[in-house]
């Protein structure tokens, strides 16, 4: 019988994970990929967080979609469940957008959400 297949916390579009395939291959020191977290900031309350990473942390939940390795915080796990990481290039600017279906509000900016913890998927019953 097969192992239970795992639920995968985001997604990558190709853009972005040719980004962070750009940015692990251009990193000053070697690293494994990029770390994604949730941290309190910003006039909506919350900001999202991007690091180059050289070692996984105990806990870290690990994406390796399209050639790109992403690392989720555990803290933030529950806040970015169902989200889809993208890159996005426009004449005025260029940066990673996140399609939360967890955020409930931008500020005008877009530079903080506010954001709600989602259901975790391992708690539901199965249905029958």
Do not use: H, W
């Not at 050639?67 to 996005?88: Q, R, Y």
């Not at 954001?115 to 029958?128: E, G, K, N, W, Y």
């Amino acid at each position: 019988m097969a192992a239970p297949r795992k639920f995968q916390v985001m997604t990558l579009t190709d853009a972005a994970a040719e980004r962070v395939r750009d940015l692990v291959d251009n990193a000053d020191k070697p690293v494994l990929g990029l770390r994604v977290g949730i941290k309190k900031g910003g006039c909506a309350g919350m900001e999202y967080t991007m690091d180059l990473v050289a070692d996984q942390k105990p806990g870290d939940d690990m994406i390796d979609e399209k050639g790109a390795k992403i690392f989720v915080d555990p803290s933030a796990v529950l806040f970015l469940l169902g989200t889809e990481m993208d890159f996005e290039v426009t004449k005025f600017r260029s940066g990673f957008l996140f399609k939360n279906p967890n955020e409930v509000s931008a500020c005008g900016c877009g530079e903080s959400v506010s954001l709600q913890a989602a259901v975790d998927p391992s708690t539901l019953s199965p249905q029958a």
